[in-house]
T-cell receptor, first 114, second 115 residues
Framework: AQSVTQLGSHVSVSEGALVLLRCNYS??????LFWYVQYPNQGLQLLLK??????LVKGINGFEAEFKKSETSFHLTKPSAHMSDAAEYFC????????????FGTGTRLQVTL | EAGVTQFPSHSVIEKGQTVTLRCDPI?????LYWYRRVMGKEIKFLLH????????ESGMPNNRFLAERTGGTYSTLKVQPAELEDSGVYFC?????????????FGPGTRLLVL
């Protein structure tokens, strides 16, 4: 079975500061990994995904994540936070290959302050 | 291209009533998923359709939940009778067949409150 752990249900950063949202996974085989974002009153939007190609993955809005097999991690980063980044972020995992269900972490709510 | 749409956006019903949620996937997407997020908890998988067939229904909580996808286009999720613990946000997602099928596109969700 696969699982995802997101450390920190709430993270607060100042505008312009580094954003680091942590995600660790458990899987018997190298999985596919995803970060989704949910802005207030909206659905989930895909930020980026890892599907066994390059370990450093760049996504939308300046976010990126690095797959580290040795640490079973897929942390999300952004060099400089913007007020518009305030949202809830979800890490998810799925088995590699074809279409399959996603297993989500509990989510991290990012607050950006002036 | 239209995204995944869900109807209604909100529903408030009383315990024991029936509610039907609808999902229209992106055109051409054979894969359709239902997920649910109960307040304060993680988003959990309910089931997966490939066209009109149920590929995986391991996440369906009990037999009060019935999902259908007649004709392989839109899907409905019926809860009958609804219980208090069914409250939450129900998300639908879809993905196209073949390469890239791992990428799921989500709808805005239906917020269900059972009183």
């Amino acid at each position: 079975a696969q699982s995802v752990t997101q450390l920190g249900s709430h993270v607060s950063v100042s505008e312009g500061a580094l954003v680091l949202l942590r995600c660790n996974y458990s899987s018997s085989v190298p999985p596919y990994l995803f970060w989704y974002v949910q802005y207030p009153n909206q659905g989930l939007q895909l930020l980026l995904k890892y599907t066994s190609a390059a370990t450093l993955v760049k996504g939308i809005n300046g976010f990126e994540a690095e797959f580290k097999k040795s640490e079973t991690s897929f942390h999300l980063t952004k060099p400089s936070a913007h007020m518009s980044d305030a949202a809830e972020y979800f890490c998810a995992v799925s088995p590699p290959g074809t279409a399959s269900k996603l297993t989500f972490g509990t989510g991290t709510r990012l607050q950006v302050t002036l | 291209e239209a995204g995944v749409t869900q109807f209604p956006s909100h529903s408030v019903i009383e315990k024991g009533q029936t509610v039907t949620l609808r999902c229209d996937p992106i055109s051409g997407h054979d894969n359709l998923y239902w997920y649910r997020r109960v307040m304060g908890k993680e988003i959990k998988f309910l089931l997966h359709f490939v066209k009109e067939s149920k590929q995986d229904e391991s996440g369906m909580p009990n037999n009060r939940f019935l999902a259908e996808r007649t004709g392989g286009t839109y899907s409905t999720l019926k809860v009958q009778p609804a219980e208090l613990e069914d409250s939450g946000v129900y998300f639908c997602a879809s993905s196209h067949p073949g390469q890239g099928a791992e990428t799921q596109y989500f709808g805005p969700g239906t917020r269900l409150l059972v009183l």
